[in-house]
């Protein structure tokens, strides 16, 4: 699974050809999830609370380029 981004210890990878709903998945520490794009929620696994937050506010940062992808 491509990396796209690393941050304060957060991966967030994708499959290019994956499912719907456009989702992207996030590692941090032992946590693993699954982010839609467009609706910002987590569709399987959790995060703590402030790293969804942080999570969130990047990927609404960057919908569009993630859509594209």
Not at 8 to 21: A, K, S
Not at 28 to 49: K, Q
Request: glycine content about 4%; hydrophobic content about 45%; charged content about 25%.
């Amino acid at each position: 699974m491509p990396e796209i981004c690393r941050f304060l210890g957060i991966v967030i990878t994708m499959y290019f050809d994956e499912h719907n709903p456009p989702h992207f998945h996030i590692r941090y520490n032992d946590y693993r999830a699954v982010m839609s794009i467009r609706e910002l929620n987590i569709l399987d696994g959790n995060l703590p609370a402030k790293v969804r937050g942080l999570v969130a506010e990047w990927a609404e940062l960057h919908t569009q380029e993630l859509l594209d992808m």
